[in-house]
Structures are given as C-alpha cells and as structure tokens.
C-alpha cells in the first residue's frame, strides 16, 4: 500500500512540473529580461505617470500605525498605517550624534517656530509646510508623478505634490550652480536604467515623517529600470558622510497609473499652510 501510494505521488509531481509536448522548461534565472518600448533615439520609453504604494514618507524605517495629529479631533480620519522598511538591511546607518538630531526631529516634527528666520526652516517637518520634499522623497509621498521623456537630452519629472518639478540633464558635467529644493539633476543611462545623480539639495528637506534628515552634503543616485509594462523598480543610494557612516540604498516597484486620461492633479498646498505658518502675524482687533 505504502509502495502505490509513493508511486502516485511521483506521478502527479511528473506530470506537474514536465513540460508540454514542444514546450521546453525554464531554468532559475534564465527568463528572459523584460525589453522596454524604445522611443526614436532608441532609449527606453519610461513616460507616463507612475505612483510608489509603500508608507515610506511615514518613516523609510519599519513602523507600526499612528493616530497622527489630534486625534481627538480626527480619529481614524487622521491615522497612518503601518510599514515595511524599504532600507536595504532595515535600519539607517545614523552617526552617534546625528541620531540624536534625528529624534529631535520626531518630537519637534509638528512644530512651528516663526520668531527667527532659522527656526522657520529647522522646526517642524518640511512636507507640514508644503515646502518642495526634495530627493528621493518626492517619489515615495502618496501623490502620482509624471515622466516626460523626449528627444531632447532633458527629462522632465511633474509632481503632484505642490506642483514640484525637476529637469534631468542627461550627460551633463557642470556641478549644480547653487543648492535647490529640488536639488541639481544629472542623468545618464545604463543599458536600460536610467541612472540620475542628485546633488544641490537644501538641508532643510528631510526624507520623511519620522525625522529621518540629511546634511548639505547629501548625494543620491537614483536607478529607474523598466521591469514590465506596467513598472519600473526605483533605488536610490544615499551617501551623506556628515551624518551616516557610510552610504545606504531604498529600494521598491513604482506602478504605472493605468486610469484612462490619468494625469497628475493640483495639490497646491500653501492655502492649507496659512492659519499655521502665519497666524502669528495675523493683525488682532
């Protein structure tokens, strides 16, 4: 009885995994890679309007659901859900020191300071101020984004959120003239990956929620690789020798948004920033 019982297990693990007559079967790592819509110039065809479905601008790091602020007013209304690090390894390589700067950040995250120009800017997290999120936060905030690739050697992204916009300049050696927002964008491609070299970028951005910062010194280099009709997979590697001890990567997919006539919307903020940012000068009677 035991013998039969064997014998049919082999059959039915044969007949699942052998090939069809004409069929060959494949072997780990030998599928075929995906092969991106070329434009004119031959380049992958990365237009579109993709979107990230990860909680990193809550924290990059693994993190549990938050009721936000003032719950007693918004209730669930005003939760954040849990989620998954996107850290490659879990955790943020933090220099001793700037680890305390970074829980500072989270207590003074909902704060706003406007007695002096430098605490305007240093309290307080930048996205509560509608201030442009900088890179590589703007790709991972809960907005969509537009890829506007041509044949001119400029590629543009348009962000939803406050209408933020950057220009790659594709095989441009100039280092960036002044620090931006935005940062200072230069692209080049690697097979089929367009690769990007951020530098420029204000230190006042942060790259989430949670406090998580950088320095004037920061670099990030972004990879955008076609991996189906319908996705690219997004790195970024961060180097920053003022406050990690050494350079760090995120990782994860970006969806084409496939809605008919999709395209980004407004979400100009500054009106929402009034009674917070400037109250203090409202003119009393």
């Not at 809550?58 to 954040?80: F, K, M, N, T, V």
């Amino acid at each position: 009885m035991i013998l039969v019982t064997a014998a049919a297990v082999i059959v039915v693990v044969c007949l699942t995994v052998l090939p069809t007559a004409g069929q060959q079967a494949p072997l780990a790592g030998q599928f075929p890679p995906y092969k991106a819509p070329r434009l004119a110039d031959g380049r992958p065809n990365l237009n579109g309007v993709w979107q990230a479905f990860v909680t990193a601008n809550i924290d990059l790091q693994e993190h549990e659901a938050q009721s936000g602020p003032h719950p007693e007013i918004l209730g669930a209304y005003g939760g954040w859900p849990a989620g998954q690090s996107v850290v490659e390894g879990g955790e943020i390589p933090y220099q001793p020191s700037a680890l305390v700067k970074k829980k500072q950040n989270l207590e003074n995250r909902m704060k706003v300071d406007v007695s002096d120009d430098k605490q305007w800017h240093a309290l307080g997290d930048p996205e509560l101020k509608c201030y442009m999120p900088g890179v590589p936060r703007a790709t991972y905030m809960p907005f969509p984004f537009q890829i506007v690739q041509g044949s001119s050697p400029y590629i543009l992204i348009a962000y939803e959120f406050t209408s933020a916009t950057r220009i790659i300049r594709m095989n441009w050696k100039d280092p960036a003239p002044t620090d931006s927002w935005m940062g200072w964008s230069r692209g080049r491609w690697e097979a089929d990956t367009l690769v990007v070299d951020v530098t420029g970028q204000r230190e006042e951005t942060w790259f989430d929620r949670a406090g998580n910062f950088h320095s004037d010194a920061l670099r990030v280099v972004e990879r955008y690789t076609p991996s189906s009709p319908y996705h690219l997979m997004y790195e970024a590697t961060i180097e920053d020798p003022k406050v990690f001890t050494r350079p760090w990567k995120i990782s994860f997919p970006l969806y084409r948004r496939m809605e008919r006539n999709v395209q980004p919307l407004e979400f100009k903020c500054v009106p929402f920033t009034e009674e917070l940012l400037y109250e203090a000068f409202r003119k009393k009677p």
